[in-house]
Nanobody, 120 residues
Framework: QVQLVESGGGLVQPGGSLRLSCAASGSIFSINAMGWYRQAPGKQRELVAAITSGGSTNYADSVKGRFTISRDNAKNTVYLQMNSLKPEDTAVYYC??????????????WGQGTQVTVSS
């Protein structure tokens, strides 16, 4: 079983910055991809950014140039640096990790979510 624990959300003014962290733990053999998703009230969950174990990244068009995803493979941790935040970035942000457990079974795990609110 693989658990993800997120931290770093909160309330920030427009134009401000936040850094989210997500640490994976448990029976992990390898993690292939890690990513951040978000879900605003009344909207579907959407991909914000993702990163592979090799460092390849993918971003939603709405956050390109403002958000940066990175990971520490040794710590099984993924980060999301969010700059120039806008009110439309307000959402619950979820971390996701996909890989193989110690028993070499594939897994896809989600964190519990962390609230990001951008408001003056």
């Amino acid at each position: 079983q693989v658990q993800l624990v997120e931290s770093g959300g909160g309330l920030v003014q427009p134009g401000g910055s936040l850094r989210l962290s997500c640490a994976a733990s448990g029976s992990i053999f390898s993690i292939n991809a890690m990513g951040w998703y978000r879900q605003a009230p009344g909207k579907q969950r959407e991909l914000v950014a993702a990163i592979t174990s090799g460092g390849s990244t993918n971003y939603a068009d709405s956050v390109k140039g403002r958000f940066t995803i990175s990971r520490d493979n040794a710590k099984n941790t993924v980060y999301l640096q969010m700059n120039s935040l806008k009110p439309e970035d307000t959402a619950v942000y979820y971390c996701n990790a996909e890989g193989y457990s110690d028993s070499l079974r594939r897994f896809s795990s989600w964190g519990q979510g962390t609230q990001v609110t951008v408001s003056s």
